[in-house]
């Protein structure tokens, strides 16, 4: 089974890109999904099947997945970014839907 | 609109049992498969259990498997998460979540969640 690891803490400063990996080995022949999460909210789908946005996501944020590690890149990061940050996806062999440990974004 | 609301939390003993529902508009609710996630207080997102459109298949974190079960009503846009034996560990915020695919999962509209506290 999947075993996705994120780092615990990303900071960065206003006008800065974030980076935030997503590692598990051969990730990239999945499709990996992202979700932001500020304090007492509900999460939201900031990115899926690796680097498609939905509607309202500003296109300051990105996403890469090849070989090893998934990356949600989020350019120009604003203060309104500063979030918890998770990615997901789905093991289709014991059909499962496996989230990262989370990543905090911290804007400087 | 697009919206999914969460009831049913609230305070149980350990070992007792809770019944969450989860109502859905705005959006063809028979034609989806449906979540539940939860998060222990300060701690990360962890996938529960999830039912296909007809409910013809049922998915469940080995955490749960045996104590709680997830059903539907389609005719009611409903979603349930029946919570049984319950333990210290499974306290926390339950969402309910829309997924889309089949191509790798993803749960694109999320309920602001129910809180579930186990304390004797």
């Known amino acids: 089974s999947y075993v996705l690891t994120q780092p615990p803490s990303v900071s960065v400063a206003p006008g800065k890109t974030a980076k935030i990996s997503c590692v598990e080995k051969?990730?990239?022949?999945?499709?990996v999904h992202w979700y932001q999460q500020k304090p007492g909210q509900a999460p939201v789908l900031v990115m899926y099947?690796?680097?498609d946005r939905p509607s309202g996501i500003p296109d300051r944020f990105s996403g890469s997945n090849v070989g090893d590690t998934a990356t949600l890149t989020i350019s120009w990061v604003e203060a309104g970014d500063e979030a918890d940050y998770y990615c997901?996806?789905?093991?289709?062999?014991?059909?499962?839907?496996?989230f990262g440990g989370g990543t905090k974004l911290t804007v400087l | 609109e697009l919206q999914l609301v969460e009831s049913g939390g609230g305070l149980v003993r350990p070992g007792g049992s809770l019944r969450l529902s989860c109502a859905a508009s705005?959006?063809?609710?028979?034609?989806?498969?449906m979540s539940w996630v939860r998060q222990a207080p300060g701690k990360g997102l962890e996938w529960v259990s999830s039912?296909?459109?007809?409910?013809?298949?049922?998915y469940q974190a080995d955490s749960v498997k045996g104590r709680f079960t997830i059903s539907r009503d389609n005719a009611k846009n409903s979603l349930f998460l029946q919570m049984t034996s319950l333990r210290a560990e499974d306290a926390g915020v339950y969402y309910c979540a829309r997924d889309q695919g089949p191509q790798g999962y993803y749960m694109d509209v999320w309920g602001k969640g129910t809180t579930v506290t186990v304390s004797s």
């Open positions: 039912i296909t459109a007809e409910s013809t298949y049922i």
């Open positions: 997901q996806l789905w093991d289709n062999n014991i059909y499962h839907w496996v």
């Open positions: 051969n990730i990239g022949t999945k499709s």
């Open positions: 099947y690796d680097s």
């Open positions: 705005g959006f063809p609710f028979s034609t989806n498969t």
